[in-house]
């Protein structure tokens, strides 16, 4: 069973940058595809990017796209998200979270490991 811990959150000006980090232990990291999940207060938890086991492909939602890029280190077993443009509306707890390959990255169900969440918060 796979680890997570996630850092890099904090609280930011509008259209300033913040790079989240996810450090995964305990397993073969590169075994797995790794996605970023927010919740927001109130409201349910959304996807915002996934990145597949080898870091070939990436997959981003449409609120983000353009201004996230996820990445990962399979040396380092760290993956990262790299967010810029940041906007009110991408304050949330940010998740990173572990599936195996195959599965859809869209949906949380498949992911079976979830981080603790770190807090992002973007002031207006």
């Known amino acids: 069973q796979v680890q997570l811990v996630e850092s890099g959150g904090g609280l930011v000006q509008a259209g300033g940058s913040l790079r989240l980090s996810c450090a995964a232990s305990g397993g073969t990291f590169s075994r797995y595809d790794m996605g970023w999940f927010r919740q927001a207060p109130g409201k349910e938890r959304e996807f915002v990017a996934a990145i597949s086991w080898s870091g070939g492909s990436t997959f981003y939602a449409d609120a983000v796209k353009g201004r996230f890029t996820i990445s990962r280190n399979n040396a380092k077993n760290t993956a990262y998200l790299q967010m810029n443009s940041l906007k009110p509306e991408d304050t949330a707890v940010y998740y990173c979270?572990?599936?195996?390959?195959?599965?859809?990255?869209?949906?949380?169900?498949?992911?079976?490991?979830w981080g603790q969440g770190t807090q992002v918060t973007i002031s207006s």
């Open positions: 979270a572990v599936k195996s390959r195959g599965s859809s990255v869209y949906s949380g169900y498949e992911y079976a490991s």
